[in-house]
Nanobody
């Protein structure tokens, strides 16, 4: 099983980034896909998730700014991040979860700074 994130980088406050996570080795369409983030000195926390049925959930601090989507034909989940703030700076991780199984990507750094 592999989850490979891409799309991170340095962006100015107010800017946008789109993260991608390509999955292999799992029946992608049957998994809940999530994006988590971890800032230095803080615990990893859920940012957004999408169930296999398409139900989405967001942490309050990103509602209205971030959007999660998935393309089951491409085994890929996306996180569109708009109106980025310095407090969004973190390593972003992709997660695939189903029942008691959970897989993680290696993470991609997002830095929001002027």
């Amino acid at each position: 099983v592999q989850l490979v994130e891409s799309g991170g980088g340095l962006v100015q406050p107010g800017g946008s980034l789109r993260l991608s996570c390509a999955a292999s080795g799992i029946m992608f369409s049957s998994y809940t896909m999530g994006w988590y983030r971890q800032a230095p000195g803080e615990a990893r926390a859920l940012v957004a998730s999408m169930t296999s049925g398409g139900t989405t959930s967001y942490t309050d601090s990103v509602k209205g700014r971030f959007a999660i989507s998935r393309d089951n034909a491409k085994n890929t989940v996306y996180l569109q991040m708009n109106s980025l703030k310095p407090e969004d700076t973190a390593v972003y991780y992709c997660n695939a979860g189903r029942f008691f199984t959970s897989y993680w990507g290696q993470g991609t750094q997002v830095t929001v700074s002027s």
